[in-house]
């Protein structure tokens, strides 16, 4: 059984950084690929990166290179967000996602397991 849990989230200036974690409370491994997206009100949930197994393949959305970097602790069974250079466009509920296939999916629908998903808001 898999449970993905984000946390991290919160109120941060423009400019500002914060990181998100997602961990795998399940018991066993049954995913592979993990990848992050957002939905901000009114939109659609969009990808913003996504790494393999072994952290040797990271895909980034055009938005977000350069800013943000995806990375992860297999050991903690734990997924991490670092965003840097907050913008208010960043705004929105960042959820993490897990894949049984160990490929970086970039649509929604390619993901099994979803957490809650966690607040993020940049003032401007």
């Known amino acids: 059984q898999v449970q993905l849990v984000e946390s991290g989230g919160g109120l941060v200036p423009d400019g500002g950084s914060l990181r998100l974690s997602c961990v795998d409370a399940?018991?066993?491994?049954?995913?592979?690929?993990m990848g992050w997206f957002r939905q901000a009100p009114g939109k659609e949930r969009e990808f913003v990166a996504g790494?393999?197994?072994?952290?040797?393949?990271?895909s980034y959305a055009d938005s977000v290179k350069g800013r943000f970097t995806v990375s992860r602790d297999n050991a903690n069974k734990t997924v991490y967000l670092q965003m840097n250079t907050l913008k208010s466009e960043d705004t929105a509920v960042y959820y993490c996602a897990g894949a049984q296939m160990n490929i970086v999916y970039v649509l929604p629908e390619d993901y099994q397991y979803w957490g809650q998903g966690t607040q993020v808001t940049v003032s401007s």
């Open positions: 790494i393999n197994w072994s952290g040797r393949s990271t």
């Open positions: 399940g018991r066993t491994t049954e995913v592979y690929a």
